[in-house]
T-cell receptor, first 112, second 112 residues
Framework: QKEVEQNSGPLSVPEGAIASLNCTYSDRVSQSFFWYRQYSGKSPELIMSIYSNGDKEDGRFTAQLNKASQYVSLLIRDSQPSDSATYLC????????????FGSGTRLSIRP | SAVISQKPSRDICQRGTSLTIQCQVDSQVTMMFWYRQQPGQSLTLIATANQGSEATYESGFVIDKFPISRPNLTFSTLTVSNMSPEDSSIYLCSGWTGEKLFFGSGTQLSVL
């Protein structure tokens, strides 16, 4: 069974520090990888998507993908209290008709 | 970016009854999915809503319990049938644009 694994946390990081979130996946044919942020009581919102090995930066966020090791990570620089949320890793196969599977999420808490 | 209108936002239902959740997307999407999220948990995929044909259900979910319709590219419904307290959860519809997955605001269902 295809799986997406994340540490549930909570991960506590001081304000201004770098938060590092990790995700591993079991299906080697996975091609598209996403990080979602979900505030309590709200729907998930897309932060980053990454498709190729290496790093992709967008503002304070950097997604890293290593297909050989089957992991994807999200770095949040200069963490802010507003970054406190649950971060969900999601994976999609190559096929255009394939579904998107979510990890269990990592709860991140930024302490002032 | 595209927007999904989902309703109702919440409902309290009696055991044995059924509830239909509606989702309307403001632009065409290639795929629509229905997820369930139980308190403190991640998203579990219920089914892929296929336009004009029967939905594709994930293991543990059946059409008799969760009938789904998708009459066109921008609209879908999920019915939770013969409800029991175990069906209490947040139900989320989502649309895939070909590049990203985005979500409706969710339906919080409580079954008494």
């Amino acid at each position: 069974q295809k799986e997406v694994e994340q540490n549930s946390g909570p991960l506590s990081v001081p304000e201004g520090a770098i938060a590092s979130l990790n995700c591993t996946y079991s299906d080697r044919v996975s091609q598209s990888f996403f990080w979602y942020r979900q505030y309590s009581g709200k729907s998930p919102e897309l932060i980053m998507s990454i498709y190729s090995n290496g790093d992709k930066e967008d503002g304070r966020f950097t997604a890293q993908l290593n297909k050989a090791s089957q992991y994807v990570s999200l770095l949040i620089r200069d963490s802010q209290p507003s970054d406190s949320a649950t971060y969900l890793c999601a994976v999609k196969e190559r096929s255009s008709a394939s579904k998107i599977i979510f990890g269990s999420g990592t709860r991140l808490s930024i302490r002032p | 970016s595209a927007v999904i209108s989902q309703k109702p936002s919440r409902d309290i239902c009696q055991r044995g009854t059924s509830l239909t959740i509606q989702c309307q997307v403001d632009s065409q999407v290639t795929m629509m999915f229905w997820y369930r999220q139980q308190p403190g948990q991640s998203l579990t995929l219920i089914a892929t809503a296929n336009q004009g044909s029967e939905a594709t259900y994930e293991s543990g979910f059946v059409i008799d319990k969760f009938p789904i319709s998708r009459p066109n590219l921008t609209f879908s419904t999920l019915t939770v049938s013969n409800m029991s307290p175990e069906d209490s959860s947040i139900y989320l519809c989502s649309g895939w644009t070909g590049e990203k997955l985005f979500f409706g605001s969710g339906t919080q269902l409580s079954v008494l």
